[in-house]
């Protein structure tokens, strides 16, 4: 049943209490042997060994390194160790590494029998400590808001529960609802105030307002809440008192009220009407968010019902995404400060008191997510990565959308590309210099002329000219005239080459002009500088 591991550089000891003692009688399964540190890991890699034997002196690895490190691969392990060395400070670096016990060598073999049937009964009792009803019990409570949380998802997306399981999990869960109760949703979107906010952070700002809420509702209300797949923050308030409902309302103003004051930050709070546990909580869900989505920007600290809210019309004109210049031609173009421009218009930046709804804003984010696309893809790019993370965010969490946080979006994702862009233009002109500079050494008693360099890049020369300096500060001519000189000198000293081969080797059409070039250049002509050196 169980797995023993014994371990020691000293074969001899091994194969001895490996064969030695009846291991079967005390419930092991099998004994692995193993002669070094390096040899236990790779068995406790992929094994699932329960008790280890070590010594605690070896060549490569000590014991108690061992036992750290093969606690990274089992937690649960239990450690005896061996020892031929009496001494304190092993002693006290064994408990501290949680060994079972400290056996000296030569190992009695009637107490290491004992030692390891404690560390069985040791497993036993912690498994059973695992299974116990505390345990249980102690895990549900840990996990009681993410649980009630999942409760909550499945009723809003109208999962089909038989109401004697509902009762069960709403009783599980400690949650006062039962079915039949009066009671009615509030969901809650967090407003621009919080763009400042990364994405990560928004948990923090749910538990906080949640909190706010619980304090602001109990005096007569009892909440269960959650946070949907969307993003928004659910409420289902209920109240022992009927009546006590339709006064909802005042609570809501006072919990936006109060989320201003200590979180600077608005919320939009739209109401249902009261109903019948459980019955319309995915349809007045889902009503309050169309309530929300229609009044997303038109004012801050929004307060709806859903009946004002579905007689409510949406006067905002079209998002205009087509009109030129189109988004895509403006990227694989490289005009990122137009690009960027057209994105703020077709956001509304410039005008904050008319931001778009949510649809616009959710369309406006698939047709810039979709040009970017279109760019990686030309780039043979993995589309997940170079969106970001944000972009799954944004996507997973619509309730988060605004026009703030996708244009930062949007700006860092071009800020990225027009970097890369920068990177690999910085490398095709690095290349392209190289190249220009291997024509030209490898050409130099050819007639070479920036057109002939030209022709060989196939790039016009003019521009051609001003990448060259771009990336190396000089000119063609300049690099040509330099590359000509440092040959010219080095064949003079080091070769017995005439003047006028080597003036024709260099490019020049008459050694008198090479002459002429070498003395302005050196201050001597090539005959006195080979004499001179």
């Not at 990177?423 to 008693?445: G, K, W, Y």
């Amino acid at each position: 049943m169980y797995q023993l591991l014994i371990v020691d550089d000293e074969a001899s000891v091994v194969d001895s209490l490996a064969m030695t003692i009846p291991w079967d009688e005390l419930g092991i399964e099998e004994v692995h042997c193993a002669y070094s540190a390096e040899e236990a890991l790779q068995i406790a890699a992929r094994t699932p060994v329960d008790i280890m034997i070590t010594d605690i002196r070896m060549p490569e690895m000590d014991g108690l390194e061992l036992i750290g490190k093969i606690r990274r691969l089992s937690r649960k392990i239990r450690c005896i160790i061996l020892s031929g060395h009496d001494e304190f400070e092993y002693a006290q670096k064994a408990i501290q590494y949680q060994a079972l016990s400290y056996l000296l060598k030569p190992v009695d073999i009637k107490a290491l029998i004992e030692t390891v049937h404690n560390a069985i009964e040791d497993i036993e009792r912690e498994w059973e400590e695992i299974s116990s009803y505390q345990r249980l019990k102690h895990t549900l409570h840990a996990n009681l808001p993410l649980l009630r949380n999942q409760l909550l998802n499945d009723l809003l997306q109208n999962k089909r529960i038989q109401p004697e399981r509902l009762e069960e999990r709403l009783s599980k869960i400690d949650v006062s609802f039962r079915i039949g109760d009066p009671y009615l949703i509030m969901v809650i979107r967090l407003e621009e105030d919080f763009s400042g906010y990364d994405l990560h952070s928004l948990s923090l700002l749910e538990y906080a307002v949640s909190n706010i809420a619980e304090e602001v509702f109990q005096e007569l209300f009892e909440l269960w809440h959650g946070v949907t797949e969307q993003g928004y923050l659910v409420f289902l308030i209920k109240s022992g008192e009927g009546e006590s409902l339709a006064r909802v309302d005042a609570y809501a103003i006072k919990l936006q009220n109060h989320v201003q004051k200590y979180l600077k930050g608005s919320l939009t709070v739209c109401l249902s009407s009261i109903g019948t546990f459980p019955h319309d909580t995915a349809d007045s869900y889902m009503a309050s968010v169309r309530a929300i989505n229609r009044n997303v920007g038109k004012n801050k600290s929004y307060f709806l019902t859903v009946e004002d809210a579905e007689t409510a019309t949406d006067n905002r004109s079209a998002v205009q995404l087509y009109e030129p210049p189109l988004l895509p031609v403006l990227l694989q173009s490289g005009n990122w400060d137009e690009a960027l421009a057209k994105i703020g218009r077709l956001l509304s930046m410039s005008d904050p008191e008319n931001e778009p709804s949510r649809d616009q804003l959710f369309t406006v984010f698939l047709h810039l997510s979709s040009s970017f696309t279109m760019l990686f893809e030309s780039w043979g790019q993995p589309v997940e990565e170079r969106l970001g993370e944000e972009f799954d965010l944004l996507l997973r969490k619509k309730s988060q959308l605004s026009r703030q946080r996708i244009f930062e979006w949007a700006k860092k994702t071009i800020g990225a590309i027009r970097a890369k862009t920068s990177r690999q233009l910085e490398d095709s002109h690095q290349q392209i210099a190289s190249r220009v500079r291997t024509f030209i050494q490898d050409r130099l008693a050819e007639g070479i002329s920036l057109q002939t360099i030209a022709d060989h890049v196939e790039l016009h020369p003019v521009y051609l000219a001003k990448v060259y300096k771009s990336v190396t500060g000089e000119t063609v001519g300049d690099y040509l005239y330099r590359i000509r000189m440092e040959r010219a000198a080095h064949l003079l000293r080091n070769t017995d080459l005439k003047i006028a081969e080597i003036s024709a080797r260099l490019g020049f059409l008459a050694a008198p002009h090479f002459i002429k070039i070498f003395k302005r250049h050196y201050g001597n002509t090539p005959q006195e500088y080979r004499n001179n050196g």
